[in-house]
């Protein structure tokens, strides 16, 4: 599927914004500890961090790479025009996870979530997944949407914790999708 660049760009959280909600969100690490995001909130990505968001999806995605007949959609993606479009988000410093938020017309699109594997299991990717949540409100919008591959069941397993449903499952370009939604409080 053909994603065109966003209607608007998305507005920054700010850092005391997302400070305060820290300590609501069970599973969320505090800290300043690299693997945890250095006590950071997501920043938009610059053509700079290219290399670095090549080596996160580059980690996250290996372990699948046996699992599907081509690399998944995100390891041969260029991530230069959602820089431009201000669709790419980066946590830590060096950037150890990674977030593509597309606007779409009644939601907001998922479009790739990755941290390395040496940050897995730490809240990052939860913590990247609030912001998404807290994006869409800022937004306007009361609907996140993602795509994950039908052969990633720990991520169909994750996304369905997180209150995601899933709302079809379709081939695109060649690879078998599972697509999901979640309703945000209104």
Same mark, same amino acid.
């Given at each position: 599927?053909?994603?065109?660049?966003?209607?608007?760009? $998305?507005?920054?959280?700010?850092?005391?914004?997302?400070?305060?909600?820290?300590?609501?969100?069970?599973?969320?690490?505090?800290?300043?500890?690299?693997?945890?995001?250095?006590?950071?909130?997501?920043?938009?990505?610059?053509?700079?961090? %290219?290399?670095?968001?090549?080596?996160?999806?580059?980690?996250?995605?290996?372990?699948? %790479?046996?699992?599907?007949?081509?690399?998944?959609?995100?390891? =041969?993606?260029?991530?230069?025009?959602?820089?431009?479009?201000? #669709?790419?988000?980066?946590?830590?410093?060096?950037?150890?996870? +990674?977030? =593509? $938020?597309? #606007?779409?017309?009644?939601?907001? +699109?998922?479009? &790739?979530?990755?941290?390395?594997?040496?940050?897995?299991?730490?809240? &990052?990717?939860?913590? $990247?997944?609030?912001?998404?949540? #807290? #994006?869409?409100?800022?937004?306007? +919008?009361?609907? $996140?949407? %993602?795509?994950?591959?039908?052969?990633?069941?720990? &991520?169909?397993?994750?996304?369905?914790? %997180?209150?995601?449903?899933?709302?079809?499952?379709?081939?695109?370009?060649?690879?078998?999708? =599972?697509?999901?939604?979640?309703?945000?409080?209104?």
């Amino acid at each position: 599927m053909t994603r065109t660049p966003a209607m608007t760009r $998305l507005t920054r959280m700010g850092a005391s914004d997302h400070a305060d909600r820290a300590d609501t969100h069970p599973g969320r690490d505090e800290g300043t500890d690299r693997a945890d995001g250095g006590g950071t909130v997501p920043r938009l990505a610059n053509v700079a961090d %290219l290399p670095a968001i090549n080596r996160v999806i580059a980690g996250a995605y290996a372990r699948s %790479l046996h699992r599907m007949e081509k690399p998944p959609a995100p390891m =041969v993606t260029d991530y230069g025009p959602a820089i431009s479009c201000g #669709q790419l988000w980066v946590l830590g410093e060096p950037v150890i996870g +990674l977030i =593509v $938020l597309v #606007q779409e017309a009644d939601s907001l +699109l998922v479009e &790739n979530v990755a941290v390395s594997p040496a940050a897995q299991g730490a809240g &990052n990717g939860r913590q $990247l997944m609030e912001f998404a949540e #807290q #994006q869409a409100i800022s937004a306007g +919008l009361s609907r $996140l949407t %993602l795509y994950t591959n039908e052969v990633m069941a720990e &991520n169909i397993a994750i996304y369905s914790r %997180l209150g995601y449903r899933e709302t079809g499952r379709r081939s695109e370009d060649g690879y078998h999708r =599972v697509f999901m939604a979640k309703i945000l409080p209104g």
